[in-house]
């Protein structure tokens, strides 16, 4: 049976200790992911960060106003963390915004629909491995569900710049396509 | 659904890849330790709160007995005693009692022992002086 996150972090605060777990089994894929594409797949890092997040989770999660929306504040607490992760290392989280710029979707052939997933999977990662961290944070919270505006806000960017990153994804993933394998 | 929401759509969905992440039973350990430390950081900061009203109270305690005592002691060392206590706690009692305390002058007993109640309070402040247990 699938709980609502709501009614987990109620039963949470409440002192049902199996509830986190629940929370946990549902969003870890989610959040690992995430660091481990910020980290550019450094796994101990994103491990370390992956459990600082759930720690502060676990501490904090009586601030979490809008309990329907979670991921959203729980996102919002995975990039602090990873900001203050690279701040201590003194390197740089966030890309210039304005190198995206508005990116004009190519509407030429089905491209994808013909290629298998396991390729357009490979394609994506390999893409997405040279992407700015913005690029990267824009797929990972379009995939957990989140809206434009959502990451709009956590960006702190305006929702053209956030569509504009998704569309410069879809478009440059596209192109890469083609180019590896011709006119498909 | 236009061409990008499509590629948007088929990029989503997407089988994610079934990452071995840590251990929940890990993590939930470092959680019971957390808490810990937020209780307790909780508990040290509610203890500090106390100690320093506390040393406010018997500070501003010793500066009022200060104001008032002296006239007083040296009137417990005199006959005039009884005089004295008739007329000066009149005034300082006035003081003392806006600020919430009680303290009966109508004996040179009463006085020794605020005397030595002050003494005493002085030898606590520096007693447990924050920078006296530091060193």
């Keep these: ?161 956030a569509l504009s990153r998704m569309r410069y994804l879809v478009n440059g993933l596209k192109k890469g396509l083609e180019d590896y394998y011709g006119s498909l | 659904m236009d061409h990008f929401e499509k590629m948007e759509k088929r990029l989503l969905n997407l089988p994610r890849q079934e990452f071995r992440t840590p251990d929940f039973f890990d993590i939930n350990f470092k959680i019971q330790v957390a808490k810990l430390q937020q209780k307790t950081r909780r508990q040290t900061m509610a203890l500090a709160a106390a100690f320093v009203l506390s040393t406010l109270a018997i500070v501003v305690s010793i500066q009022l007995a200060v104001k008032t005592a002296p006239a007083a002691v040296m009137s417990a060392d005199t006959p005039q005693t009884a005089a004295v206590t008739a007329v000066s706690p009149a005034k300082s009692g006035e003081n003392l009692e806006s600020s919430g305390f009680e303290i009966s002058w109508s004996k040179s007993e009463d006085i020794k022992n605020l005397a030595q109640a002050v003494t005493s309070a002085q030898w606590q402040i520096d007693t447990f002086n924050p920078i006296t247990l530091q060193e």
Aim: proline share 1%; net charge negative.
């Design chain 1, 1 to 161: 049976m699938e709980y609502k996150d709501s009614q987990l972090i109620e039963n949470y605060l409440g002192g049902d200790q199996h509830a986190l777990e629940l929370l946990f089994d549902k969003y870890r894929n989610v959040f690992y992911s995430y660091f481990n594409r910020m980290m550019s797949n450094n796994f101990s890092d994103a491990d370390d960060l992956f459990q600082e997040l759930w720690i502060k989770i676990a501490t904090s999660l009586h601030q979490c106003k809008d309990r329907d929306n979670f991921v959203y504040w729980a996102f919002r607490i995975a990039k602090n963390l990873g900001i203050d992760h690279f701040r201590k290392q003194k390197m740089k989280f966030a890309g210039n915004i304005e190198d995206v710029g508005n990116v004009v979707l190519d509407e030429s052939g089905p491209v994808w629909e013909s290629i298998d997933n396991e390729i357009l999977q490979k394609h994506l990662d390999d893409f997405l491995s040279k992407a700015n961290p913005e690029l990267k944070e824009v797929f990972e919270m379009r995939r957990a569900g989140l809206s434009f505006k959502e990451i709009a806000e956590l960006q702190n960017c305006s929702i053209n710049t």
